[in-house]
């Protein structure tokens, strides 16, 4: 029997696939390769370059392969893009995952664990956020995201297919072992667009607004460890093969830390004085995003190894130093 991983040539997907091969797992990947690499799949991982849009490439896959369990991680991932292109986020997030489901179903294929996102919520009613908080997206990304949780569930309802939404704060960092790391293009995440500074990329990193009501003005988020979040979900994918029930669950550290306090650490961790400054706010960005992830800890027994944003950031910094152009040659 195989693990599926939709998008495992992606960031978060190809470092999930690593985990699970390492704990000794039968893995195929299928990517599209749009915005994943071939690079970043694991030698070990039969691949198949499919389009989860394409059904029949999908039925294929499924007829070829004895699939317990599958591990979604394509779709279309910026807020900022899902403002000005939200169709593009329809048509991937959710016709992708409209087409996965009915050949699931069609195959008898009953356990997924899929990506959603601290996105969901919008603007905090209070921090941390717990599961159970309103759910109110600020972006057409958080928006396709929870539809993606509410498909699930009535999927779930009319044909017993069981699932785990992991709703993800913000990912960083990358694999010990220097192979695989943090790689879009175009890039738009901090910590990367930060690095490119000291690798001599960019000269001076945007901050995004310092009017927000925080304690400098900067908007403060979550940062975990891509490889915290691979380990979130094999142990998630554990639960729904032992018989757990539909669940959602936040990982993230419990710890904010403003855009400017990151800068910080990154001057500290590369010895660079990387210049910043203050450009307009970003679209559909709310001010503070912390997680609780107890019940993570609780239910999956999740236990993040890298907890210190020193560390998290050191280990982006040995990946894009050594590969600054990512896969790319
Ligand atoms: N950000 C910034 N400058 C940049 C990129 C991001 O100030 O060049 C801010 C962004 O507004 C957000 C935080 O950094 O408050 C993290 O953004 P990112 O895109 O990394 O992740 P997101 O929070 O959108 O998932």
Sequence with gaps: MSILVLGGAGYIGSHT?????????????ADNLLTGFKEAVHPKARFYQLDIRDRGALDTLFQAEDIEGVIHFAASSQVGESMFNPLKYYDNNLHGTMVLLQSMVAHGVDKIVFSSTAATYGEPESVPILETDRTQPTSCYGETKLSMEHMMSWVSKAHGLRYVALRYFNACGAHASGKIGE???PETHLIPLILQVPNGQREKISIF?????TPDGTC????????????????ALDYLMNGGENNVFNLGN??????????????????HPIPAEVTPRRAGDPAQLIASSEKAKTVLGWKPQYDDLNTIV????NWHKAHPHGYEK
Excluded: K, M
Aim: net charge negative; hydrophobic share 45%; charged share 20%.
């Design 17 to 29: 696939v690593y985990e699970l091969i390492e704990a000794g797992r039968d893995v195929v990947v």
């Design 183 to 185: 790689a879009h293009n």
């Design 209 to 213: 607004g310092d009017d927000y009501p």
């Design 220 to 235: 403060i988020r979550d940062y975990i460890h891509v490889t915290d979040l691979a380990q979130a979900h094999i142990l």
């Design 254 to 271: 419990g710890v904010g830390f403003s855009v400017n306090e990151v800068i910080e650490v990154a001057r500290a961790v590369t010895g």
């Design 314 to 317: 050191s280990s982006a910094w």
